[in-house]
């Protein structure tokens, strides 16, 4: 097994016992198992089939990003602002998505970017970026629990602390039991929140048409009054509408964070040369139209200028379509909205803390945190990383000395902080990739999966979500507008990052991978020697398996 150049890398020989575990794993007949898991010498079991990862991947980026935050956009950049933030920042993830996905194709290692960033740039980037995702997913979850507070405002007039503490039990149970039970889980609150989407958009489309008795037809009435843009901050002229639409980016960001999860759980899908770009493909333009087309609907049944969308007072009320909905006058449907986007928001907390411990194990695996994170209990599930990721529920307790909403805003803005930046890494990664391709006179017509647009694509999201990170909080500098806890949490992520990439490199003294002795001809040659079996076509009942597959 060729693993000399690995070796190189890093100085030891974990990375070969990396190349033997992806040889191991490629050399299994698809018809053994329905899972496949890389040999990672770890002691986590086994219970996600493929059905339980690509729901949870389909629908894991799809919460409250969309169905709570979504009003500030709104009432922020307008309705044109809002769907082309939307629609502009969806692009620009695609860009990371196929990226992460040539990558996993050819290095599918549980990790993903984290295991990349040590073979194609730098092992500090790789220990940088481990601690950043741990610290995402830290600040998502209680970001998550805050905005079920939030919904469950809606019904009862209850202290913060106790649904946060109730729901947040919760998902300490499902995250310490069997994961197959999770999966089953995720499966289902999966399958809720796609109905849900599709539930609101002909929800919307009925209002919007008129459908409604007593109700007239809408059509785009709100993007000609109030208007298609927001004169933000009173700043008067195209400048006060461009400012608007530039706010929207980051909500987006928050939204779409997650996106590329598909690729955290290359280790545990079965054929993932093949199977990895086509989720990439497929879950990016789902969730790409579940989501533009969602905001296009909202924008046209629900003015800019409501109030409620950029309510402070904790209340569920400011989620855009709930207030479609009792414009409308539909007194039945906003609870059920609020019921689906419940079990949406834990959902997402769920997820956070399966991914945020998982990542947080595999850096332990790598010698980048401490031992203590790989105990697991007799389910095999790391429990001390778990319980770790699950302590931060306590930032949701902020919210009893503010309102629900405000903390959720804070902790919102963290979190699309932590994606953009996740987002960069995973761009600068692919090209130094790309280019190191080109100086070992690789063809990537030859690797097992090839993205299009390449490296054009890394290059605008790498320039594109640098822009917006260092531009995404631009109101605190505008006179009079300085607020510490705006400035804090938009741009707490850049030193962060910082500190713990020159910390790594300057205490290991680590440098920069080569582009001639980047190993990419070893995994091409573990590509080449053990082909995936060919994919079967799907029949009778089984084609409505390309919903999950």
Same mark, same amino acid.
């Given at each position: 097994?060729?693993?000399?150049?690995?070796?190189?890398?890093?100085?030891?020989?974990?990375?070969?016992?990396?190349? /033997?575990?992806?040889?191991?794993?490629?050399?299994?007949?698809?018809? /053994?198992?329905?899972?496949?898991?890389?040999? /990672?010498?770890?002691?986590?079991?086994?219970?996600?089939?493929?059905?339980?990862?690509?729901?949870?991947?389909?629908?894991?980026?799809?919460g409250?990003?969309?169905?709570?935050?979504?009003?500030?956009?709104?009432?922020?950049?307008?309705?044109?602002?809002?769907?082309?933030?939307?629609?502009?920042?969806?692009?620009?993830?695609?860009?990371?998505?196929?990226?992460?996905?040539?990558?996993?194709?050819l290095?599918?290692?549980?990790?993903?970017?984290?295991r990349?960033?040590?073979?194609?740039?730098?092992?500090?980037?790789?220990?940088?970026?481990?601690?950043?995702?741990?610290?995402?997913?830290?600040?998502?979850?209680?970001?998550?629990?805050?905005?079920?507070?939030?919904?469950?405002?809606?019904?009862?007039?209850?202290?913060?602390?106790?649904?946060?503490t109730?729901?947040?039990?919760?998902?300490?149970?499902?995250?310490?039991?069997f994961?197959?039970i999770?999966?089953?889980m995720?499966?289902?609150?999966?399958?809720?929140?796609?109905?849900?989407?599709?539930?609101?958009?002909?929800?919307?489309?009925?209002?919007?048409?008129?459908?409604?008795?007593?109700?007239?037809?809408?059509?785009?009435?709100?993007?000609?009054d109030?208007?298609?843009?927001?004169?933000y901050?009173?700043?008067?002229?195209?400048?006060?509408?461009?400012?608007?639409?530039?706010?929207?980016?980051a909500n987006?960001?928050?939204?779409?964070?997650?996106?590329?999860?598909?690729?955290?759980?290359?280790?545990?899908?079965?054929?993932?040369?093949?199977n990895?770009?086509?989720?990439?493909?497929?879950?990016?333009?789902?969730?790409?139209?579940?989501?533009?087309?969602?905001?296009?609907?909202?924008?046209?049944?629900?003015?800019?200028?409501?109030?409620?969308?950029?309510?402070?007072?904790?209340?569920?009320?400011?989620?855009?379509?709930?207030?479609?909905?009792?414009?409308?006058?539909?007194k039945?449907?906003?609870?059920?909205?609020?019921?689906?986007?419940?079990?949406?928001?834990?959902?997402?907390?769920?997820?956070?803390?399966?991914?945020?411990?998982?990542?947080?194990?595999?850096?332990?695996?790598e010698?980048?945190?401490?031992?203590?994170?790989?105990?697991?209990?007799r389910?095999?599930?790391?429990?001390?990383?778990?319980?770790?990721?699950?302590?931060?529920?306590?930032?949701?307790?902020?919210?009893?000395?503010k309102?629900?909403?405000?903390?959720?805003?804070?902790?919102?803005?963290l979190?699309?902080?932590?994606?953009?930046?996740?987002?960069?890494?995973i761009?600068?990664?692919?090209?130094?990739?790309?280019?190191?391709?080109?100086?070992?006179?690789?063809?990537?017509?030859?690797?097992?999966?090839?993205?299009?647009?390449?490296?054009?694509?890394?290059?605008?999201?790498?320039?594109?979500?640098?822009?917006?990170l260092?531009?995404?909080?631009?109101?605190?500098?505008?006179?009079?507008?300085?607020d510490?806890?705006?400035?804090?949490?938009?741009?707490?992520?850049?030193?962060?990052?910082?500190?713990?990439?020159?910390?790594?490199?300057?205490?290991?003294?680590?440098?920069?991978?080569?582009?001639?002795?980047?190993?990419?001809?070893?995994f091409?040659?573990?590509?080449?020697?053990?082909?995936?079996?060919?994919?079967?076509?799907?029949?009778?009942?089984?084609?409505?398996?390309?919903?999950?597959?």
């Open positions: 097994m060729p693993s000399d150049s690995l070796k190189s890398v890093s100085g030891d020989d974990k990375h070969a016992d990396d190349v /033997e575990a992806i040889a191991q794993v490629l050399d299994v007949d698809e018809e /053994e198992q329905d899972i496949v898991e890389f040999e /990672e010498k770890k002691d986590l079991k086994r219970g996600l089939q493929q059905r339980h990862i690509q729901m949870i991947a389909l629908a894991g980026t799809i409250t990003g969309l169905f709570l935050s979504s009003g500030k956009a709104i009432a922020r950049g307008g309705p044109a602002g809002a769907f082309m933030g939307y629609a502009i920042t969806g692009g620009l993830v695609s860009c990371a998505v196929l990226s992460i996905a040539e990558l996993s194709a290095v599918p290692l549980s990790g993903s970017i984290v990349h960033a040590e073979y194609f740039f730098d092992p500090a980037l790789s220990f940088a970026q481990g601690w950043n995702s741990v610290y995402s997913n830290c600040i998502g979850l209680p970001a998550e629990m805050t905005a079920v507070a939030v919904i469950m405002q809606f019904w009862l007039t209850v202290n913060n602390a106790v649904w946060i109730v729901f947040g039990l919760l998902l300490f149970a499902s995250n310490l039991c994961i197959r999770y999966g089953e995720e499966f289902f609150f999966a399958m809720l929140k796609i109905l849900l989407i599709v539930g609101l958009i002909i929800m919307g489309l009925v209002i919007d048409l008129g459908g409604v008795p007593g109700q007239e037809r809408i059509g785009f009435r709100y993007w000609r109030p208007g298609p843009f927001v004169q901050l009173d700043i008067p002229g195209p400048l006060g509408q461009f400012a608007g639409f530039w706010t929207t980016l987006a960001a928050y939204a779409y964070s997650g996106i590329d999860g598909i690729a955290n759980a290359a280790a545990e899908t079965k054929a993932p040369r093949r990895i770009p086509k989720a990439a493909r497929r879950i990016f333009w789902r969730i790409l139209i579940f989501y533009i087309l969602a905001i296009l609907i909202v924008t046209m049944i629900v003015p800019s200028n409501n109030k409620n969308l950029l309510a402070s007072t904790g209340d569920a009320a400011q989620s855009p379509f709930v207030i479609a909905a009792n414009l409308a006058g539909i039945v449907v906003p609870h059920i909205i609020n019921a689906v986007v419940l079990t949406s928001a834990w959902s997402s907390g769920n997820s956070g803390m399966l991914n945020g411990s998982r990542v947080l194990y595999g850096i332990a695996r010698g980048h945190a401490p031992k203590v994170f790989l105990r697991c209990n389910f095999g599930i790391p429990y001390v990383a778990v319980s770790f990721i699950g302590a931060f529920l306590a930032l949701g307790y902020m919210t009893l000395d309102s629900a909403s405000t903390v959720f805003s804070w902790l919102q803005d979190v699309s902080s932590a994606a953009l930046v996740h987002w960069i890494v761009c600068v990664v692919y090209l130094r990739f790309y280019y190191g391709c080109k100086a070992q006179g690789i063809d990537r017509n030859d690797l097992p999966w090839k993205g299009p647009f390449q490296p054009y694509a890394a290059w605008i999201g790498a320039s594109a979500f640098t822009l917006i260092l531009t995404q909080g631009y109101s605190v500098f505008i006179h009079g507008m300085w510490t806890e705006t400035f804090v949490s938009a741009y707490f992520n850049i030193p962060l990052i910082l500190v713990l990439y020159f910390g790594f490199k300057i205490a290991k003294r680590t440098k920069l991978v080569p582009l001639d002795s980047m190993p990419i001809r070893d091409m040659k573990i590509a080449q020697d053990n082909p995936e079996p060919p994919e079967k076509p799907l029949k009778g009942w089984h084609k409505l398996e390309i919903l999950w597959s």
